[in-house]
């Protein structure tokens, strides 16, 4: 089925480093969503966005929805342990289609 | 629980042989989405219902694959002749409206094909 392309697929970082990841599409999306999944667990919403150029955090979090409506970021500020898990990107038509993930892993 | 709940969290069945697996819905969640996640991807959609009715299953990947939602509140995927292939978790979500924003997500049923 259709996917979003998203990078990077994993991230080796040291506590308190900032994490950046991307999605873009092909497709234009009204909506963009970021979602954490942890082992066992279904993804959490993070992050919605509903509007081109949008920028909205939540906490140390940020996400911006590209101009164009086919891209978007998520930015993680002074990463921390409880950070750990894969991170998806999903635009919205009324199902959701996903990016394939980008794992995070903090280095001891 | 206030949550979306999923049942079994786990099934191990041999090829050939027929499974369901439940959804619970948050309460007067209208809309509810089935979707299959296999390792190291992002969750792929198979049908989404509003209310009784299947809106779209076009993510359906073949006729062993049905769902249905008699009701208006819990779902129950049916997978005939499971396939190797069918192995996946699958999750369900549920929103408050159609195409609403947040879609709250079960743990997921685990399926394993041997």
């Known amino acids: 089925g259709q996917q979003l392309n998203q990078s990077p697929q994993s991230m080796f970082i040291q506590e308190g480093e900032d994490v950046s990841m991307n999605c873009t599409s092909s497709?234009?999306?009204?909506?963009w969503l970021w979602y954490k999944q942890e082992p066992g667990e279904g993804p959490v919403l993070l992050i919605a966005?509903?509007?081109a150029g949008e920028l909205t955090s939540n906490g140390r979090l940020t996400a911006q929805f590209g101009i164009t409506r086919k891209d978007s970021f998520l930015n993680i500020s002074a990463s921390i342990p409880s950070d750990v898990g894969i991170y998806f990107c999903?635009?919205?038509?009324?199902?959701?289609?996903w990016g394939a993930g980008t794992k995070l892993i903090i280095k001891p | 629980g206030a949550g979306v709940s999923q049942t079994p969290s786990n099934k191990v069945t041999e090829k050939g042989k027929y499974v369901e697996l439940r959804c619970d819905p948050i309460?007067?969640?209208?809309?509810l989405y089935w979707y299959r996640q296999s390792l190291g991807q992002g969750p792929e959609f198979l049908i989404y219902?509003?209310?009784?009715?299947?809106?779209?299953d076009s993510g359906l990947p073949n006729d062993r694959f049905f769902a249905v939602r008699p009701e208006g509140s819990v779902s129950t995927l049916k997978i005939q002749r499971t396939e190797r292939g069918d192995s996946a978790v699958y999750l369900c979500?549920?929103?408050?409206?159609?195409?609403?924003?947040?879609?709250?997500f079960g743990p997921g049923t685990r399926l394993t094909v041997l």
């Open positions: 979500a549920s929103s408050l409206t159609e195409g609403g924003n947040e879609q709250f």
């Open positions: 309460s007067g969640h209208t809309a």
């Open positions: 219902f509003q209310g009784t009715g299947a809106a779209d």
């Open positions: 497709s234009i999306f009204n909506t």
């Open positions: 966005l509903y509007k």
């Open positions: 999903a635009g919205l038509v009324y199902q959701l289609i």
